[in-house]
């Protein structure tokens, strides 16, 4: 059964700073990973794709890595602005749903 | 012009009731899905229709049956509502055989009192 953990659970970070944030998974045999935002009171806004074949994915100050073999992917995200404060989660899919982690709540201060 | 779009956004209701939810997507997709997040935010699929079939049923109880006239539209009922079944609910669609993204809609919070 696959399991997708996200660390941390909550991070804050002053503006400016480069952050990483983390999603593992217990079942490495995925075909992609998804990256997504959500706002308070707003669904789910797909960041990233990345496909089993690919390392990583970028768009604008979003870069995901994507490690099958160590069931690791992370989401860095450039020069952090107060705009990018949001809960960010990881998805994989399996027998035709997402499995999602339990997100990471970012808040960027100015 | 929302891709996914769900209705009501909120709704508030006394223990034993019966009420709805409706969801339409444009993007004309084939897939759509109904997903709940609790109280913690853990995001957990409940069901899943293909061109109008059902294809996931994630172990929930019979008082929730989902409903699609067509493949644009994937409806929730809810029949002798529960404390418990308070939640946000979402409505999410996707391109099958692909690897297109899911889109979803903003959300339906539910309050059961």
């Known amino acids: 059964k696959q399991e997708v953990t996200q660390i941390p659970a909550a991070l804050s970070v002053p503006e400016g700073e480069n952050l990483v944030l983390n999603c593992s998974f217990t079942?490495?045999?995925?075909?992609?990973l998804q990256w997504f935002r959500q706002d308070p009171g707003k669904g789910l806004t797909s960041l990233l794709l990345i496909q089993s074949s690919q390392r990583e994915q970028t768009s604008g100050r979003l870069n995901a890595s994507l490690d099958k073999s160590s069931g690791r992917s992370t989401l860095y995200i450039a020069a952090s602005q107060p705009g990018d404060s949001a809960t960010y989660l990881c998805?994989?899919?399996?027998?035709?749903?997402?499995?999602f982690g339990q997100g990471t709540e970012l808040s960027v201060k100015p | 012009d929302t891709a996914v779009s769900q209705t009501p956004k909120y709704l508030v209701t006394q223990m034993g009731n019966d009420k709805s939810i409706k969801c339409e997507q444009n993007l004309g997709h084939d897939t759509m899905y109904w997903y709940k997040q609790d109280s913690k935010k853990f995001l957990k699929i409940m069901f899943s229709?293909?061109?109008?079939?059902?294809?996931i049923n994630e172990t929930v109880p019979n008082r929730f049956s989902p409903k699609s006239p067509d493949k644009a539209h994937l409806n929730l009922h809810i029949n002798s509502l529960e404390l418990g079944d308070s939640a946000v609910y979402f409505c999410?669609?996707?391109?099958?055989?692909?690897?297109?993204?899911?889109?979803f809609g903003n959300g339906t919070r539910l309050t059961v009192t």
């Open positions: 999410a669609s996707s391109q099958s055989g692909s690897d297109s993204p899911l889109h």
């Open positions: 229709y293909n061109n109008k079939e059902l294809i």
């Open positions: 079942d490495s045999a995925i075909y992609n």
């Open positions: 998805a994989v899919p399996q027998g035709g749903k997402l499995i």
